[in-house]
């Protein structure tokens, strides 16, 4: 995979995964979903990446998604019925990448992974002028955004936009939400995001921006659709990165919803939240089809 003119760091040799984090990988099936009927699914590699392609009739638009995981766990086949929905609702190929984990392929791998997958889409054009989107949850939405700032300083254009749920965006997990929603998210804490930081950096600055995105110059980057639970842990990286955003002159459209779990949308589709989810992400990424 040739990623020419990107200037991303070389990749490094990793570790084994421990018995443990194989484990919990292996648990994570019991959690998949299935997509939803009207939706074709195909796999394909893109740029030497597997991808796995949610396809409904005449796309208007192309969205690649990241999962969430913390960089060492997640896979494409758990997403299916979240990206199902997203592509239903705004009618949209929906693009599952399936990114190298750590710790056997730590920073930036990944990185190099949604990079050389989003170059590909870019010179297939299959939607003419229109880039494509870009979104991820908890460490895909951090993947997503570390990717767009990327991509300014590459020979591609900026993606048509960003979706961005729960994302973990700050990589030397400092901020205040970690202790004061710690009651209320049930799902990560302080301890397992820097253990997940750890394991993908291993050794490498969590304060570059292309693992921190927070960090970043984010001048000039495309409009962002962020999503995050008002109790959730990562709340302060969400609203930092939507201040930091603001600031910078990016158009930024910020929900925070209130008794909800971390990428609720993800996780739960009975909830009446994560319908509305939905539905503010197809009203998101249509309207900024139709003003690119």
């Known amino acids: 995979m040739s990623l020419d003119g990107w200037n991303l760091p070389p990749v490094r040799e990793g570790r084994a995964a421990s018995d443990e984090l194989d484990a ?102 299959e939607d003419g002028d229109l880039a494509p989107f870009v979104g991820g949850d908890s460490a895909g939405g951090g993947l997503a955004a570390a990717l767009t700032v990327a991509a300014r300083g590459a020979p591609v254009p900026l993606p048509s936009g960003m979706v961005l749920l729960s994302p973990w965006l700050d990589l030397t997990v400092t901020k205040p939400t970690y202790d004061s929603n710690a009651s209320t998210d049930q799902l990560i804490s302080k301890k397992s995001l820097r253990e997940a930081a750890e394991i993908y950096l291993q050794l490498h600055d969590p304060g570059d921006p292309l693992a921190s995105p927070l960090f970043a110059d984010l001048s000039g980057l495309p409009p962002v659709l962020l999503l995050a639970s008002c109790h959730e842990a990562l709340l302060g990286d969400a609203t930092a990165f939507a201040g930091r955003a603001a600031t910078a002159g990016v158009p930024v459209q910020a929900h925070l919803v209130p008794d909800v779990p971390h990428a609720w949308p993800a996780i739960d589709p009975t909830m009446p939240e994560s319908q509305e989810a939905i539905g503010t992400i197809a009203r998101f990424l249509t309207t900024r089809a139709l003003e690119a």
Do not use: K, N
């Open 24 to 125: 919990r990988r292996r648990g994570t099936a019991a959690y998949r979903q299935d997509p939803e009927p009207g939706v074709t699914v195909r796999q394909e590699l893109v740029g030497g990446v597997p991808c796995t392609f949610l396809e409904v009739p005449d796309p208007a638009l192309t969205l690649l998604y990241f999962h969430g995981g913390g960089y060492r766990m997640g896979d494409a086949a758990g997403w299916l019925g979240f990206g199902s929905r997203i592509a239903l609702a705004a009618r949209a190929r929906v693009v599952l990448v399936e990114y190298r984990l750590a710790p056997e392929d730590p920073f930036p791998a990944a990185l190099h992974d949604v990079a050389g997958v989003y170059d590909a889409i870019v010179a297939a054009g």
